[in-house]
């Protein structure tokens, strides 16, 4: 049986074949690694592309690649040292494999980018819940950009609170018993912020990215990985466990914090410090 195609391998052709001015972003690759693997087994090209699904679509691992992301002033810009002309496979399997890319890259740039590669991706989540909560956040994150009509285009408090309540109808509670504390306390905290006089949606949206990223360590350890939870955990924190309770503690603060100051508390600290708690993971960059 032929080698697989590695990770590094796969994303050396689609730099070469994408040849755009500006960076590949790593929310970017991480997708069409996704879409490209599944790409190439349908043509019979195995593909060694390790993956978890993690808050916002699947996550592959990148730790024991040669491919690294940069920081730059406009976001992240992927690097591969490896280059077509290195890669060491018959030259039938390397242009079937550029096909296989082409056609992926050529959907993904069609389809909407990484909007339309999401909402793609999410077909094939293991969980309904996955969905619901995929169309509440796209919900707050329109209404955070300021949609000039968001109160009357299905974003506003009533429009959120039924997707709420579809969040926490299709939650997989027998399959993930020990998040349902986590999972009321976090509807708690949503349905005080969705009656308060003043509609906040981008504190609405760091309350809900608290508790996505908490269930979604779990999810990520779970069996619709193709890695170890050893893996898996090295590649979301240094330390997954003191970083989820660093999580529940930031939603206990807001139940808190509502009880004791109400709608008068400042938004701007609440949005801040759950975003910090959030951001403390190594993957805790938003994806879609």
Same mark, same amino acid.
């Given at each position: 049986?032929?080698?697989?195609?590695?990770?590094?391998?796969?994303?050396?052709?689609?730099?070469?074949?994408?040849?755009?001015?500006?960076?590949?972003?790593?929310?970017?690759?991480?997708?069409?690694?996704?879409?490209?693997?599944?790409?190439?087994?349908?043509?019979?090209?195995?593909?060694?592309?390790?993956?978890?699904?993690?808050? $916002?679509?699947?996550?592959?691992?990148?730790?024991?690649?040669?491919?690294?992301?940069?920081?730059?002033?406009? =976001?992240?810009?992927?690097?591969?040292?490896?280059?077509?002309?290195?890669?060491?496979?018959? !030259?039938?399997?390397?242009?079937?494999?550029?096909?296989?890319?082409?056609?992926?890259?050529?959907?993904?740039?069609?389809? =909407?980018?990484?909007? =339309?590669?999401?909402?793609?991706?999410?077909?094939?989540?293991? $969980?309904?819940?996955?969905?619901? $909560?995929?169309?509440?956040?796209?919900?707050?994150?329109?209404?955070?950009?300021?949609?000039?009509?968001?109160?009357?285009?299905?974003?506003?408090?009533?429009?959120?609170?039924?997707?709420?309540?579809?969040?926490?109808?299709?939650?997989?509670?027998?399959?993930?018993?020990?998040?349902?504390?986590?999972?009321?306390?976090?509807?708690?905290?949503?349905?005080?912020?969705?009656?308060?006089?003043?509609?906040?949606?981008?504190?609405?949206?760091?309350?809900?990215?608290?508790?996505?990223?908490?269930?979604?360590? !779990?999810?990520?350890?779970?069996?619709?990985?193709?890695?170890?939870?050893?893996?898996?955990?090295?590649?979301?924190?240094?330390?997954?466990?003191?970083?989820?309770?660093?999580?529940?503690?930031?939603?206990?603060?807001?139940?808190?914090?509502?009880?004791?100051?109400?709608?008068?508390?400042?938004?701007?600290?609440?949005?801040?410090?759950?975003?910090?708690?959030?951001?403390?993971?190594?993957? =805790?960059?938003?994806?879609?």
């Amino acid at each position: 049986m032929p080698p697989a195609l590695t990770v590094d391998e796969v994303t050396a052709l689609l730099l070469d074949i994408r040849d755009f001015d500006n960076p590949l972003r790593e929310k970017e690759l991480h997708k069409l690694l996704y879409s490209i693997k599944h790409g190439l087994q349908e043509e019979g090209i195995d593909a060694d592309i390790p993956y978890f699904w993690y808050r $916002y679509g699947t996550m592959a691992k990148l730790s024991d690649a040669e491919t690294s992301i940069a920081q730059t002033e406009d =976001g992240t810009a992927v690097q591969c040292p490896v280059t077509p002309a290195s890669l060491n496979h018959d !030259e039938s399997t390397v242009d079937k494999a550029k096909m296989v890319i082409s056609q992926e890259f050529s959907q993904y740039v069609q389809g =909407g980018g990484v909007e =339309g590669i999401t909402d793609r991706q999410y077909e094939d989540a293991p $969980y309904e819940v996955q969905q619901h $909560y995929r169309e509440m956040d796209k919900q707050l994150r329109t209404a955070t950009d300021e949609h000039p009509d968001f109160m009357e285009e299905g974003y506003g408090p009533d429009s959120v609170r039924r997707s709420l309540s579809r969040v926490v109808e299709s939650f997989p509670t027998d399959e993930f018993s020990e998040l349902e504390d986590d999972l009321y306390l976090w509807y708690g905290v949503m349905s005080t912020e969705l009656d308060e006089e003043r509609y906040k949606p981008e504190t609405l949206l760091s309350i809900s990215d608290t508790f996505w990223t908490i269930f979604s360590i !779990e999810l990520a350890q779970g069996e619709h990985s193709d890695m170890t939870v050893e893996e898996v955990r090295d590649e979301i924190s240094d330390d997954v466990d003191e970083y989820k309770a660093r999580l529940r503690e930031a939603l206990r603060n807001r139940e808190r914090e509502q009880t004791e100051f109400g709608p008068t508390l400042e938004e701007d600290e609440v949005v801040r410090e759950l975003s910090d708690a959030v951001s403390e993971s190594l993957l =805790g960059f938003p994806v879609s």
